[in-house]
């Protein structure tokens, strides 16, 4: 059983084994320098996402898309994957997962897109154009986003031509 955190609670989540014993193993992280929450998300039946409790100004970078380095062997990479180019892609599946993975896309709800992920091709620091496994995923701010409300943003038609049908 899972004890979701409320949003007035930041602790980390404890799971119940079936022993009845509880011990302390976060589900997710939060990987940015921001106060973030993974909570059920207000698009019905899409699971968790991501809540922010304080202000995020347009063009902030919220955080990285982290998981572990794959090589794509054509096929649809899945659910919490993310390709970076035609051979290689992060693998965000498995837990903990960071929080930047838990974000929705808002295609076919009432709400807007209010985050992108962008790929960094150059290192920030040295300007060097990065080889393609290199690369880092980014997320930022598109708009303004006030406190308490949800982050999303477009996973791309390549995941909506997935097959979703088959469970991970």
Not at 26 to 48: D, H, K, Q, R
Request: hydrophobic share 30%.
């Amino acid at each position: 059983m899972v004890d979701f955190v409320s949003r007035s609670n930041f602790h980390s989540k404890l799971l119940e084994q079936s022993s009845g014993s509880f011990f302390k193993e976060p589900l997710y992280w939060n990987n940015t320098n921001l106060i973030l929450n993974v909570e059920p998300s207000n698009i019905p039946n899409a699971g968790n996402g991501i809540f922010t409790y304080q202000s995020i100004k347009k063009e902030t970078l919220i955080g990285y898309y982290d998981g572990v380095l794959k090589k794509d062997d054509g096929s649809c990479v899945g659910d919490y994957s993310f390709s970076l180019n035609k051979s290689w892609y992060v693998d965000a599946r498995s837990f903990p997962r960071a929080y930047i993975a838990m974000i929705n896309d808002a295609r076919g709800s009432k709400f807007k897109n209010n985050c992108e992920f962008r790929i960094e091709m150059e290192d920030p620091n040295t300007g060097k154009r990065r080889k393609p496994h290199e690369r880092k995923i980014t997320l930022w701010a598109i708009r303004n986003i006030k406190p308490g409300d949800e982050l999303f943003a477009d996973y791309g038609e390549d995941y909506w031509r997935c097959d979703r049908s088959h469970p991970y």
